[in-house]
Nanobody
Framework: QVQLVESGGGLVQAGGSLRLSCTASASEYTFSSYYMAWFRQAPGKERDLIAAISGSGINTFYSDVLKGRFAISRDNAKSTVYLQMFSLIPEDTAVYFC????????????????WGQGTQVTVSS
């Protein structure tokens, strides 16, 4: 069983930046075997995949809606995945969830083994 704990959410003004972190209760070896991803869910909407990264960190995927404003990265030595968010807009307001899978994550429907509890990001206009 792997636990994922997100941090770094909060209230930010439009145009600002935030960095989310997600730390797994797993060794470096175990963590590096997981594909990691960030999803977000706005009020009244479905949970959407926004970024994913392979175990090695070499391969990344981003949702087209981000338009290059977010960057996903990982530090396997710290069993942590990050989401750096730039140029935030009110439409980015959502609960952001970290996810882990032993399989590639490319779609909203990709199988997920573990979810974090979520962290709220609120962007004011």
């Amino acid at each position: 069983q792997v636990q994922l704990v997100e941090s770094g959410g909060g209230l930010v003004q439009a145009g600002g930046s935030l960095r989310l972190s997600c730390t797994a209760s797993a060794s470096e070896y175990t963590f590096s075997s997981y594909y990691m991803a960030w999803f977000r869910q706005a009020p009244g909407k479905e949970r959407d995949l926004i970024a994913a990264i392979s175990g090695s960190g070499i391969n990344t995927f981003y949702s087209d809606v981000l338009k290059g404003r977010f960057a996903i990265s990982r530090d396997n030595a710290k069993s942590t995945v990050y989401l750096q968010m730039f140029s935030l807009i009110p439409e980015d307001t959502a609960v952001y969830f970290c996810a882990a899978s032993t399989r590639e994550i490319r779609w909203n429907s990709s199988p997920i083994d573990y979810w974090g509890q979520g962290t709220q990001v609120t962007v004011s206009s």
